[in-house]
């Protein structure tokens, strides 16, 4: 396994899923196949190899996605916190379960689409 090719896969998922969850929201999903491509197309590996290469730098995405999402759902938290004193520690908590789960789901659906984007990458390589 290439790790350059996985983390900068990692890095065009979440980018990608960023951008076309703002812009266009049911095109999402492209983001973690079009990194899971990238990563399984540049390196020389079988299916499962791709599907491996794919499904990592899929989870690397969504850990940055759900960094991204704490860092920002904090930032919100800290203002109703200053707002509002006694629902400061509430919207805390509920930040914090809200993150883990958002974090979790983000991983679980980018590494199961970048699995099926790496197999895409080794069989567009093939096929060329």
């Known amino acids: 396994m290439e790790w350059k090719y996985v983390v900068v896969g990692g890095l065009i998922t979440a980018v990608l899923t960023l951008v076309l969850a703002v812009v266009f929201l049911p095109l999402f999903f492209l983001g973690p196949v079009i990194g899971g491509v990238f990563a399984a197309y540049l390196d020389r590996g ?36 200053v707002i509002f004193t006694n629902a400061g520690a509430a919207a805390g908590t509920i930040g914090v379960f809200l993150g883990a789960f958002i974090t979790l789901l983000a991983v679980i659906v980018s590494g199961v689409l970048g699995a099926i984007g790496g197999v895409v990458g080794v069989s567009i390589r093939e096929n060329q």
């Open 46 to 81: 079988d299916n499962q190899a791709g599907a491996v290469e794919g499904a990592v730098s899929g989870v690397i995405g969504g850990l940055i996605m759900g960094a991204l999402f704490l860092l920002g759902f904090g930032t919100i938290s800290a203002i109703i916190g």
